[in-house]
């Protein structure tokens, strides 16, 4: 009675290699590192600029480990934390608005664990550093600008169906028509109750009739604000990660808030006005008409193109559709097999495609690239200490003028975009560049290095502190049970590690906190069943009382873990930040405790009692 199966004992030595396997990688420290990026999103780093930084290194710096390109962007490794600090201010100071050069740390593990996955586990910004802000989405600006392209499509259709428009305007966030007569106020009004039902059913607009003045007035219902803002959030969600993540920052976290607000964490990046670039580099996208001969001078801007200075084009004024109606973006080739860029639009600026395009054949269709950018420069202060201050300004270039062939909708091709890794990065603006509403700055934290290490120092020295009372009241107690239920603990924790390094997951804080959560949870499992072996003692033999104690305590031990594994798996889906970081440890652990004492403590007891005339058996 009670040995061990093949089944068993396979079992055990395979999660137990791969578990040691991908938790080994943390056992190798992690190295000062820089990351430079070109400023342009559109530009991978090369040999230039690797050149130019290094040369700035062997001049100005107190020396550098090793210098590579990866993942198109440069990588330095440092030897100590204050090569690596004195490196960035140097490199900031001579690069300035050329280059973005972000704080990293290297894994220093080896070439062979990585071809198999193996990495350490991710720290997130209460361990490792970093900064942290938290954004506004500026809603009214997206509200006004719906109710402009709005108004100019409104202005299209009154004049199309020859309604006479005495005056129009958006004030207010309110669309406001005044007419010369009674039967174009009566048109207008019932064209905006036909539109102002939406494709689910909702009301999208509040209209304000005023039959004295011969005037209308049209606000967003609350339907269409939720929608709008929902949209507009998401959006800039979606384009603040992809931008985010092209600068390689390790384990950002670009998340919602609320209703309008985003969280944006960059572990390992220590310098504010870095990060701010890095967040300012969010742009917007205008799809605007040439002008021609018969565009009033007042009507049309003239822009440089963003790959040629010296080229200008005039586009009217009116915008067609703006970028965040793109929903996707890709590259193709024309039938001459020359590289074209793939659009899709959603249905609102498919229809407003449909219009603008419509009567306008053979004329140039300009796509404008609004980028809001940082101007830095190095200047001496009152100290007599360099400083580098910044300005903000938008610049706004047009990145293709193509030529409307056939009548647009929500689907169309932009031609003549040069070569097949210019029209990539077309995409790339198309589907990362565009921010359905601006932002501004409501918090900016920073967490410093040491304030990581030392919450790393603290949370390992808890951990250590618990694991150690616990396998010693463990052994005092239990005796031999005791020290297999100690053994089970660390096997545990390498569990818990290898699978958080396996599956990417990053620690926190509070993911400490559930570690040693666990700690106690993996004990009590073991609790559990030396009690029930104890109790099953005072009736039957020693073989038959383990042999019963351990399945009749599965049911018990079974219940209780999925009962918190439920409650662990709430908090994952519905919490945010620090409470994610702990329901992740807190469900791996449970996860890992019930495999460790079942499975584990009792392959080790097997071992030592299975198969032998125990006439006295103390636990």
């Not at 080739?333 to 053979?362: P, W, Y």
């Not at 399945?551 to 709430?570: E, G, P």
Request: charged share 20%; aromatic share 6%; proline share 3%.
């Amino acid at each position: 009675m009670n040995k061990n199966s093949a089944f068993r004992i396979i079992t055990i030595t395979l999660v137990l290699l791969v578990g040691c396997l991908y938790a080994l990688p943390n056992l190798y420290p992690t190295q000062p590192a820089i990351q430079i990026a070109y400023t342009d999103s559109g530009k991978s780093a090369d040999q230039f600029l690797l050149d130019k930084a290094e040369s700035i290194l062997e001049n100005e710096t107190s020396g550098y480990e090793e210098i590579f390109l990866r993942d198109n962007k440069i990588v330095i490794k440092f030897k100590t934390l204050d090569q690596q600090l004195e490196s960035k201010t140097a490199l900031q100071n001579k690069l300035l608005d050329q280059a973005i050069i972000a704080l990293n740390l290297e894994p220093t593990t080896p070439a062979w664990l990585k071809d198999i996955g193996g990495k350490p586990v991710k720290l997130g910004l209460d361990l490792s550093g970093g900064v942290h802000f938290l954004l506004e989405v500026d809603i009214d600006s997206a509200l006004q600008a719906r109710l402009e392209v709005l108004l100019d499509n409104y202005r299209k259709s009154f004049r199309e169906d020859k309604l006479k428009v005495a005056n129009s305007s958006v004030k207010d966030l309110a669309l406001s028509f005044e007419f010369r007569d009674t039967e174009s106020y009566n048109e207008a009004l019932r064209a905006y109750r036909n539109d102002s039902i939406g494709i689910n059913g909702g009301i999208q607009y509040i209209i304000t009739e005023r039959p004295s003045r011969k005037t209308l007035l049209l606000k967003f219902s609350d339907v269409a604000i939720k929608e709008i803002r929902d949209y507009a959030v998401g959006q800039n969600l979606t384009t603040l990660r992809n931008r985010v993540n092209e600068l390689g920052v390790s384990e950002p976290v670009v998340q919602r808030q609320g209703a309008n607000r985003i969280v944006v964490q960059l572990p390992g990046v220590q310098d504010p006005t870095a990060a701010k670039k890095i967040i300012g580099k969010t742009a917007n996208l205008e799809f605007r008409l040439e002008a021609n001969s018969r565009t009033s001078p007042l009507r049309k801007e003239e822009f440089n193109f963003k790959d040629n200075d010296y080229r200008t084009a005039f586009l009217e004024r009116a915008v067609v559709v703006s970028g965040d109606r793109v929903t996707n973006a890709s590259t193709g080739f024309d039938e001459s097999g020359f590289s074209q860029v793939n659009i899709t639009l959603d249905m609102q600026g498919g229809r407003a495609m449909q219009k603008a395009t419509s009567g306008n054949i053979g004329r140039g269709l300009g796509v404008l690239f609004v980028e809001q950018k940082s101007k830095s420069e190095l200047v001496v202060d009152e100290l007599g200490n360099k400083v580098i201050e910044q300005t903000s300004y938008i610049e706004k270039n047009i990145i293709s003028l193509a030529t409307i062939q056939a009548v647009l909708g929500t689907g169309f091709r932009i031609t003549g975009v040069g070569s097949p890794q210019e029209a990539s990065e077309l995409a790339l603006l198309l589907r990362a560049g565009a921010l359905a509403a601006p932002m501004k700055f409501v918090e900016e934290r920073t967490v410093g290095p040491s304030l990581g290490k030392e919450n790393i120092e603290l949370g390992m020295t808890s951990i250590l502190i618990g694991f150690s009372l616990v396998i010693l009241f463990m052994a005092l107690y239990y005796k031999v049970f005791g020290l297999a239920a100690n053994v089970s603990l660390v096997i545990n924790l390498v569990l818990i590690t290898g699978i958080m390094s396996l599956l990417g997951a990053s620690l926190t804080l509070p993911g400490i906190a559930g570690i040693v959560l666990t700690v106690g949870m993996a004990v009590d499992a073991n609790v559990l069943i030396f009690s029930r072996i104890r109790e099953e003692l005072k009736e039957k033999d020693p073989q038959s009382a383990i042999h019963d104690g351990f399945s009749r305590a599965f049911v018990t031990i079974f219940d209780a873990n999925v009962t918190t594994l439920i409650a662990a798996l709430i908090l994952y889906v519905i919490g945010t930040g620090p409470v994610k970081g702990f329901a992740i440890t807190l469900s791996i652990g449970i996860v890992t405790s019930m495999f460790t004492a079942i499975m584990c403590t009792r392959a080790m007891v097997n071992l030592i009692y299975g198969n032998k005339n125990i006439k006295e058996l103390k636990i």
